[in-house]
């Protein structure tokens, strides 16, 4: 145990980093995973916490990780494919290896996170070519001047971040990036109310010392906060049956369970373009 990483060390919320990597590793003994990632066995095991013993019987979470990963990247190679060489920005990075996945062999990748995060990933996953890791919150809206630099569109994603944060901040954060970065997207995961509550019994969440504060109930709300901002997309995970959902499928059928946790895509937009 001696040479293994403290997650006391991380802060609370940044702790949570270890479910979707304990989930991916879960997945990935799978002979058909949702979600290739070869290395977050071998990642999992370098921290002294048995975090995948603890999430072993969230099968249902898990897999909805596993899908809710897999449209992120759906959705970043859906941008790179209308923006070549365009920008990706992973908000709350972690150990995802999401860079890897979606990459034309143009595009630019940053990886925000808290400073104790990225020196665990430089030194567990290092940075590929034309990646670049940003310590920081990203409430501290200086990291906004590295992307700005490329002069690119950019697609931002935040898996696993906004509902930690508090309303105001949420909103703060959307509109500084509908006024910066037209013509740039931004898909993140919701959650309502319900939601919120029943996550605060979640073993690990509460394991890591982290509280889920923000809940969206109707994604046309975030149109509400700036002329610039449109909903592009939301996406839940009962769109489509998935195989591996298993007797969980037949959820799509009750309403609450639908909208508890679902993705949202929303664009940015000059109001008044030129012409």
């Not at 365009?86 to 996945?101: E, H, K, Q, S």
């Not at 697609?155 to 930690?164: D, K, N, R, S």
């Not at 499928?249 to 993705?263: D, G, T």
Request: aromatic share 10%; glycine share 8%; hydrophobic share 45%.
């Amino acid at each position: 145990m001696g040479n293994k990483l403290k997650v006391a060390d991380l802060p609370p919320v940044a702790r949570t980093l270890l479910i979707p990597l304990s989930y991916r590793a879960i997945e990935n003994r799978k002979p058909d995973p949702i979600l290739p990632d070869k290395q977050a066995v071998e990642l999992l095991a370098r921290f002294d916490v048995d975090y995948e013993r603890m999430v072993k019987s969230l099968g249902f979470e898990q897999l909805c990780t596993m899908m809710r990963a897999r449209q992120f990247d759906r959705w970043a190679a859906a941008f790179l494919a209308s923006h070549p060489g365009g920008v990706v920005v992973d908000i709350g990075c972690g150990l995802d290896a999401r860079a890897a996945r979606v990459d034309d062999g143009r595009r630019k990748w940053f990886g925000l996170d808290f400073p104790e995060v990225v020196e665990v990933r430089r030194t567990l996953l290092p940075a590929g070519p034309r990646e670049r890791l940003i310590p920081g919150s990203v409430l501290d809206f200086a990291w906004m001047d590295a992307v700005a630099a490329e002069n690119a569109p950019a697609m931002f994603i935040a898996e696993g971040v906004l509902p930690y944060l508090p309303g105001g901040d949420v909103r703060r954060l959307l509109t500084a990036l509908a006024e910066r970065f037209p013509g740039s997207e931004f898909g993140f995961d919701a959650i309502n109310r319900f939601s919120v509550r029943i996550h605060q019994f979640h073993p690990a969440i509460r394991k890591a010392g982290a509280r889920l504060g923000w809940a969206l109930e109707r994604a046309e709300e975030i149109e509400t906060w700036s002329p610039r901002i449109r909903l592009l997309e939301e996406w839940d995970y009962f769109r489509e049956r998935e195989p591996q959902l298993g007797i969980f499928n037949w959820m799509r059928v009750i309403p609450p369970f639908v909208k508890a946790n679902y993705l949202v895509r929303y664009g940015f937009e000059d109001p008044h373009p030129a012409g």
